[in-house]
């Protein structure tokens, strides 16, 4: 990859990133079992997504930046799916609430009526099928993105360095972009989604724009100091 | 343990400075403690004690914008001040020209600031003077990291062959220093003099957290310098939050629980 292909790969990985966090399904820690999703910010959950992508991303540099990419994608997925899973166990034998949407009438993807298992006065619980989904998808974006981010970057330094710290400073510097990405979209959603079946989806093209603002900024610095200067 | 209840109006433990004037003490401090260490490596205890304003200064900017509710936690704010400062201060590393340290800061100051515009530009979170905040928060990570990756690394091939491992830590250890002085003092009687007060007491927590792995890199006299300005900082910044907690509080129940 030579160093202008890097940069892109900056912008595009960081921008992935930040649209990743609109499908992941969390509500804030205040609203456990009162709204859908997760329970806790959506940044700090992509961010944790993100960085089991680039740990499983950094086992496989030597093999190729496909398989980095898949297995970053992957790592990432089963993080949400299992994250999902462990909460919805919570929700449904802790709290006692089954999972379900608050904002759809079914679910998109069982077709599963939602209303009935609605407690009042909540905004949906716990993690229904098409949050999963959207979910996994998010992850699948962000394990990508964030893969994508450390492999640029490596590529980037490497050429000085050796690979050990090579690898320790672009993973480094993957999770400070991974974060910045974060963090933009979570003001967007301001703290809870259901995913892509949100109202807040809508909102997706400001996230799009400031991550791919922000990505450029930071890819650039990167490229200027590891390259130019 | 009890102490005579001060009553609603108790005053304030201190004066009000802005984060903006913070930040240019921040900027002087670091900037004589980045010179300092270059020239002199054995006077590292006064570098230590002139980093602490970059953290106060962090902390204050973090403390601005979550006052007005930004809706996903204070601790995502200083991620990303701690995200942007090092991006720049990790990248600056690599440039190969006098002073990269600085351009480092500038960078992160540069980048916070569009970070800034593009929440309150695109996102429309209508924050005042977020921009700025944000600048001053990723300039004053992007100082603290500055000057750890150089006590720990005299040289570059030192930080490319030895110190990698401890950068991570050094992320994590400068985003919570500088969030949590607001997260831990948040309430209805927050104010903005004991808040730095807690955030000098943890700037030097955190500096003798680093003077502990400074152990493995320098030499026994710089950690120990380290070490011992560090904890004489603590317990002086401790024993002022305290006091200024005492002041302020209704009264103090000693409930038994250890």
Not at chain 2, 196 to 220: C, M, P, Q, R, V
């Amino acid at each position: 990859m030579d160093p202008i292909t890097a940069l892109f790969g900056i912008i595009i990985g960081g921008t992935l990133v930040g649209v990743c966090v609109h499908f992941i399904p969390c509500s804030a820690v205040g609203a456990m079992a009162a709204t859908t999703g997760i329970a806790t910010g959506p940044t700090m959950l992509a961010s944790g997504a993100g960085m089991m992508g680039l740990m499983a991303a950094a086992y496989n540099l030597d093999n190729g930046l496909a398989l980095m990419l898949a297995s970053g994608a992957i790592a990432s997925m089963l993080m949400i799916a299992l994250t999902s899973v462990v909460a919805n166990i919570t929700y449904a034998f802790g709290v006692g609430v089954a999972p379900t949407s608050g904002q759809s009438e079914y679910d998109r993807f069982t077709g599963f009526e939602q209303k009935q298992c609605l407690t009042p006065g909540t905004d949906g619980h716990g993690i229904p099928t098409q949050s999963f989904i959207s979910g996994v998808i998010g992850a699948a974006m962000g394990g990508i993105g964030g893969a994508l981010v450390f492999y640029s970057v490596y590529t980037l330094i490497s050429p000085s360095i050796a690979q050990a710290t090579a690898i320790a400073i672009a993973g480094i510097i993957a999770v400070g972009i991974y974060i910045i990405n974060g963090v933009l979209p979570a003001y967007t959603l301001v703290g809870k989604t259901e995913g892509m079946t949100d109202k807040k989806f809508k909102t997706t093209p400001k996230t799009l724009y400031s991550c791919l603002i922000m990505s450029t900024v930071s890819g650039i610095f990167v490229y200027a100091a590891s390259v130019v200067i | 343990m009890s102490v005579q209840p001060t009553g609603e109006t108790a005053a304030h433990s201190g004066k009000y400075t802005t984060t903006v004037s913070l930040f240019v003490i921040a900027i002087v401090c670091s900037t004589v403690a980045l010179t300092i260490f270059n020239a002199a490596p054995h006077a590292v205890f006064l570098s230590i004690i002139l980093i602490w304003p970059a953290f106060a200064s962090g902390a204050s900017a973090v403390k601005d914008i979550s006052s007005y509710g930004i809706g996903t936690g204070v601790a995502s704010i200083g991620m990303l001040g701690a995200g942007v400062g090092t991006i720049s201060a990790f990248s600056s590393i690599f440039i190969d020209i006098p002073f990269s340290a600085f351009i480092g800061i500038i960078a992160a100051f540069v980048i916070g600031f569009v970070t800034g515009l593009c929440a309150n530009k695109i996102i429309k979170m209508k924050i005042p003077r977020m921009e700025l905040k944000i600048a001053i928060m990723s300039a004053s990570a992007a100082m603290i990291t500055t000057l750890f990756v150089s006590i720990f690394s005299n040289n570059i091939d030192m930080l490319l062959t030895d110190v990698y491992i401890v950068l991570p830590l050094i992320f994590i250890a400068t985003a919570l220093a500088i969030i949590h002085p607001y997260n831990g003092s948040m309430g209805a009687g927050e104010n903005q003099p004991r808040t730095l007060k807690l955030a000098f007491a943890e700037a030097s927590l955190t500096t003798l957290l680093f003077g502990l792995i400074s152990l493995a890199y320098t030499d026994t006299i710089t950690s120990i310098e380290i070490l011992l300005v560090s904890g004489l900082g603590f317990v002086i910044f401790t024993t002022i939050f305290l006091r200024a907690i005492n002041a302020e509080i209704y009264k103090l129940e000693w409930s038994g629980v250890v």
